[in-house]
């Protein structure tokens, strides 16, 4: 198989299945270089989002490319599979085109995908994994997202996880000014949900990081606090609104320190978002009375309320895609017939080198130059001409008449 996307999203697998097969940033190039020995792969690109593990591969077999996927991240084959989709040649492409411009996202027309899919290109190439056919697949891909973007509405009416997270809020708390927002992480998609909530104008804003210097720099745009992850034992219990999205691989709370926090408040609600994969704060908590506890898949209805208009040009950003994949799957075709055009070439060069050194001869002996001209050009005739003849010659009576179409239409006149 020459090109194929193998992997999981929002759209086949669960978040618990999801989060297990996460590759953190730090960890990407070092897998990319795993994945690639000894599998016959040619080139290798990986995806990872809170909603999709995705593989883009030129060459080798999508079966070993899912057993090192489970093999990887510690699952059994069993466990991986049945949330698994294989998608070979053009299907890839229109796939890779789909996810660039935000279509195939939980949030339909979202950006944010565009630069994780640009990340996983420049580790790509960092490993050293990635070739001409990947290299054009995503510089495509890119150029495919901008078509769509820039002329349609898939992109208008800003729908996002953070605005979605807001209007959450709002359902449970009847105003956000008198509540206090804590924002954990200091990420893309933090920094988004701490716009979105300031605009709210809470009672007090908090930034609670790993790296205390980026959670001073975010939490000073917003007037708010920055605090480290140690502190948040002692302080958690102060805020109304916690929203986390890390790149931790382990829980950055867990439900006994939920429960105390809780004590601290005598039971005043507390409303908590996770955006992380794997997620940040224990599912447990969900069980605890007074907190209200939502992840990524449980935003998803909320923002399909405000879809429409973008899905109103849906139908014209699938019918770009369907023209770029029609053009890069010619490009792929006609890069399939570079080593028959080069072994043509070579037979035609040799064909002529073999008449001219005759000529050469011949001239040198003093024949008339009219006659050897003669003889050059019936000699290279009758070799170009050759190996068509003997094909008509020898093809049986139900392939003669379709040589004869093909070769008519190679040899007819310009």
């Given at each position: 198989?020459t090109?194929?996307a193998?992997?999981?999203?929002?759209t086949?697998?669960?978040l618990?299945?999801?989060e297990?097969?996460?590759?953190?940033?730090?960890k990407l190039?070092?897998a990319?270089?795993?994945?690639?020995?000894?599998?016959?792969?040619?080139e290798a690109?990986?995806?990872?989002?809170c909603?999709?593990?995705e593989?883009y591969?030129?060459?080798?077999?999508?079966r070993?490319?899912?057993?090192?996927?489970?093999?990887?991240?510690?699952?059994?084959?069993?466990e991986?599979?049945?949330?698994?989709?294989?998608?070979?040649g053009d299907q890839a492409?229109?796939h890779?085109f789909r996810v660039?411009?935000?279509?195939?996202?939980?949030?339909?027309?979202?950006?944010?995908?565009?630069?994780?899919?640009k990340?996983a290109?420049r580790?790509?190439?960092?490993a050293?994994?990635?070739g001409?056919v990947l290299?054009k697949?995503?510089?495509?891909?890119?150029a495919?997202?901008?078509e769509?973007?820039s002329t349609?509405?898939?992109?208008?009416?800003?729908v996002?996880m953070a605005?979605?997270a807001?209007?959450l809020?709002?359902?449970?708390?009847?105003?956000?000014k008198?509540?206090?927002?804590?924002?954990?992480?200091?990420?893309?998609m933090?920094?988004?949900?701490a716009t979105h909530?300031?605009a709210q104008a809470?009672?007090?804003?908090?930034?609670?990081?790993?790296?205390?210097?980026?959670?001073?720099?975010?939490?000073?745009?917003?007037?708010?606090q920055?605090?480290?992850?140690?502190a948040l034992p002692e302080?958690?219990?102060?805020f109304d609104?916690v929203v986390?999205?890390t790149?931790?691989s382990?829980p950055?709370l867990?439900k006994?320190l939920?429960e105390?926090a809780?004590?601290?408040?005598?039971?005043?609600?507390?409303?908590?978002?996770?955006?992380?994969?794997?997620?940040d704060?224990?599912a447990e908590?969900?069980?605890l009375d007074?907190?209200?506890?939502?992840?990524?898949?449980?935003?998803?209805?909320?923002?399909?309320?405000n879809?429409?208009?973008?899905?109103?040009?849906l139908e014209?950003a699938e019918?770009?895609?369907?023209?770029?994949?029609?053009?890069f799957?010619?490009?792929?075709?006609?890069?399939?017939?570079?080593?028959?055009?080069r072994q043509?070439?070579?037979?035609?060069?040799?064909?002529?080198r073999h008449?001219l050194?005759?000529?050469l001869r011949?001239?040198?002996?003093g024949d008339?130059?009219?006659?050897?001209l003669?003889?050059?050009?019936?000699g290279?005739?009758?070799?170009?001409?050759?190996?068509?003849t003997q094909?008509?010659?020898?093809?049986q009576?139900?392939?003669r008449a379709?040589?004869?179409?093909?070769i008519?239409?190679?040899?007819r006149?310009?």
């Amino acid at each position: 198989m020459t090109l194929f996307a193998l992997g999981l999203s929002h759209t086949t697998a669960p978040l618990p299945v999801r989060e297990r097969v996460v590759f953190h940033v730090e960890k990407l190039y070092d897998a990319l270089g795993e994945l690639m020995r000894g599998r016959r792969i040619a080139e290798a690109a990986i995806l990872s989002t809170c909603n999709r593990t995705e593989l883009y591969l030129s060459a080798g077999e999508p079966r070993a490319a899912a057993e090192w996927l489970a093999e990887y991240h510690r699952m059994q084959p069993g466990e991986i599979t049945p949330y698994l989709y294989t998608l070979p040649g053009d299907q890839a492409v229109r796939h890779t085109f789909r996810v660039a411009a935000g279509l195939d996202s939980m949030v339909l027309g979202e950006p944010q995908i565009l630069g994780q899919m640009k990340d996983a290109v420049r580790t790509a190439e960092s490993a050293g994994t990635l070739g001409t056919v990947l290299h054009k697949l995503f510089q495509r891909s890119f150029a495919v997202a901008k078509e769509v973007r820039s002329t349609t509405q898939v992109g208008a009416n800003s729908v996002s996880m953070a605005a979605a997270a807001v209007k959450l809020a709002a359902r449970i708390f009847p105003g956000l000014k008198d509540q206090k927002v804590l924002f954990i992480g200091a990420g893309e998609m933090i920094e988004l949900c701490a716009t979105h909530f300031a605009a709210q104008a809470p009672a007090r804003l908090a930034v609670a990081n790993r790296t205390l210097e980026r959670a001073h720099a975010l939490a000073h745009r917003f007037n708010g606090q920055a605090l480290e992850l140690r502190a948040l034992p002692e302080q958690l219990q102060e805020f109304d609104i916690v929203v986390s999205c890390t790149a931790s691989s382990l829980p950055i709370l867990g439900k006994g320190l939920v429960e105390r926090a809780l004590r601290a408040r005598k039971h005043r609600p507390m409303f908590m978002v996770d955006l992380a994969v794997p997620r940040d704060i224990e599912a447990e908590v969900a069980e605890l009375d007074d907190v209200f506890l939502y992840t990524v898949d449980d935003l998803q209805s909320i923002v399909q309320g405000n879809l429409d208009a973008r899905r109103s040009s849906l139908e014209q950003a699938e019918a770009i895609i369907e023209t770029q994949v029609g053009q890069f799957m010619h490009w792929m075709a006609a890069r399939a017939s570079v080593p028959l055009i080069r072994q043509l070439r070579e037979q035609g060069e040799a064909a002529r080198r073999h008449e001219l050194e005759r000529a050469l001869r011949l001239l040198q002996k003093g024949d008339d130059p009219r006659q050897v001209l003669e003889a050059l050009s019936q000699g290279l005739t009758n070799k170009l001409l050759h190996g068509p003849t003997q094909a008509l010659n020898e093809a049986q009576a139900e392939e003669r008449a379709a040589l004869a179409a093909l070769i008519e239409r190679l040899y007819r006149s310009q």
